[in-house]
């Protein structure tokens, strides 16, 4: 008796499975503009969501950290003037203190700061040595 009950109801789903695709049959051949339409609306609505997501994603940081590392530049060792070597050369004591400040690694604005004298003086004192 099971058995029979079995195979009617497969036999009323496969009958009611038959009716369904005859109805979307005719649902398609009725409604096929309207399907092609909606489902050419999910094509583009999915690339759009894909190119959307694609363009507004956060860019990748080639950079994270710029570090500046200042180096000290060694400066000679500035040895008193020699009295016979500035007379050889005929260097007056004031150029020569110029020279040590150029030497130091001074800027022009610098030396005249430093040597309290104008900036043309050490441009002075530059072209007539260097």
Same mark, same amino acid.
């Given at each position: ?13 496969? *009958? ?11 649902? !398609? ?15 583009? *609505? ?44 005929? !260097? ?19 030396? *005249?700061?430093? *040597?309290? !004298? ?13």
């Amino acid at each position: 008796m099971v058995k029979k009950y079995i195979l009617y109801g497969a036999l009323l789903a496969a *009958a009611t499975l038959a009716l369904q695709l005859m109805q979307y049959k005719m649902v !398609i051949l009725n409604r096929s503009l309207e399907l092609y339409g909606v489902a050419l609306a999910l094509i583009f *609505a999915a690339i759009g969501i894909y190119a959307g997501k694609k363009l507004t994603r956060p860019k990748q940081l080639i950079v994270e950290k710029v570090i500046t590392v200042m180096q000290e530049i060694p400066t000679a060792d500035i040895l008193p003037p020699d009295e016979n070597l500035l007379k050889v050369y005929n !260097i007056s004591k004031r150029e020569h203190e110029i020279l040590e400040l150029i030497a130091k690694g001074y800027s022009n604005q610098q030396i *005249a700061d430093e *040597a309290f !004298i104008a900036l043309s003086t050490v441009k002075t004192h530059t072209a007539s040595r260097l």
